[in-house]
């Protein structure tokens, strides 16, 4: 048990009072010796809210095909939803989260904490396969999941607000990246990538359209194709080599013609120890991420003119970044959120 609170059911003739238990993996409700109902927390399930003047009033179960609605405490009630997000799909949290520019719908803004979120649509099937991998994760370099919600018959998750823009989008608008922002770029990424290894989540597919680029950090956005896995492969490492070679030469690597990467490589003036560790990142398959972390592209230093070079390139970058629109982060076309309240609380219960 977790948490256990008072709840009441509205009868029209004489209300019924129940205590509510919280344990890991659902909740039951009746008395402390004998539970009258037992509700898991699946993704396949929904947890329904009754919201009035932006506070949870009341939460429902769904019991032989009907909605059952129990009134307790907006305290008790709000730790219930923060207990059980995202292991549990919620319904009617609509009117909590308000659009706040009409150009962005992902945009939106949490009504009671005053708090800025994004929000995605995605079907039921890629919420029941990306919400169990990401709900675990907690890294700076990953983007976090708030909750999920139904909504007109579509499933939606609500994220932190990142803000930024693509990495694709920084590296087209800045095709020539400083030596140090492209060190720093994949230090980050592949230190978020070695976070998810060791929870044995692999992601497959990380491009730089995947992840956020903000003043001076990085945030993996998209994992509908990861997988939870205990054997490593070399996609996240070749990934991450692709990734590196974009942003020394603006160019996407060739599979099949080195010739090609090699001279990218050297047009781009890109240090020979940047060079080796692509390299070796897109051939060789037992290296792991705490290997390629160990290289010497990771701490040798530039010489002084070079380096005087290079850093005045990247203040360049830098305060051109700054001027950069931020709507770029989640967007996608999401519909209108509105809320139709046509029951009261005592009708619906």
């Not at 947890?47 to 009035?52: C, N, S, T």
């Not at 009504?111 to 039921?124: E, G």
């Amino acid at each position: 048990m977790i948490l256990q609170f008072k709840c009441e059911r509205l009868h029209y003739i004489l209300n019924t009072h129940y205590i509510v238990t919280v344990y890991n993996d659902k909740l039951t409700i009746g008395n402390n010796s004998h539970p009258k109902y037992e509700y898991k927390f699946t993704l396949e399930n929904i947890l329904h809210w009754y919201v009035d003047n932006l506070k949870l009033q009341a939460f429902g179960i769904e019991y032989n095909k009907i909605i059952k609605f129990f009134k307790a405490n907006n305290k008790d009630l709000e730790q219930l939803r923060s207990l059980c997000r995202n292991l549990i799909c919620f319904d009617n949290i609509v009117e909590l989260y308000k659009q706040i520019d009409i150009n962005d719908p992902s945009k939106l803004q949490d009504q009671i904490s005053l708090q800025l979120c994004s929000m995605k649509v995605l079907s039921q099937q890629q919420l029941l396969k990306e919400v169990p991998i990401v709900r675990q994760l907690n890294h700076h370099g990953i983007i976090s999941y708030r909750e999920c919600f139904q909504y007109k018959n579509q499933y939606y998750i609500v994220t932190e607000f990142v803000g930024g823009i693509t990495l694709q989008k920084f590296i087209i608008q800045n095709p020539k990246l400083s030596h140090l922002q492209c060190r720093a770029i994949i230090l980050q990424l592949l230190k978020a990538v070695k976070y998810l290894h060791e929870h044995y989540v692999i992601h497959a597919t990380i491009d730089i359209c995947q992840i956020i680029y903000k003043s001076d950090f990085i945030k993996i956005i998209d994992f509908s194709e990861a997988i939870h896995s205990n054997i490593i492969d070399d996609k996240d490492i070749k990934n991450c080599g692709r990734i590196l070679f974009h942003l020394y030469t603006a160019k996407e690597y060739n599979e099949k013609d080195q010739e090609l990467n090699y001279k990218y490589l050297q047009n781009a003036q890109t240090p020979k120890l940047a060079q080796e560790l692509i390299f070796i990142m897109m051939s060789d398959k037992n290296i792991s991420i705490s290997m390629i972390l160990e290289h010497p592209y990771f701490s040798f230093s530039l010489d002084s003119e070079e380096r005087k070079k290079r850093f005045q390139k990247f203040q360049r970058v830098q305060r051109s970044t700054s001027e950069m629109d931020e709507n770029d982060a989640i967007s996608q076309s999401i519909p209108e959120l509105q809320t139709n309240k046509s029951k009261s609380l005592r009708q619906l219960m």
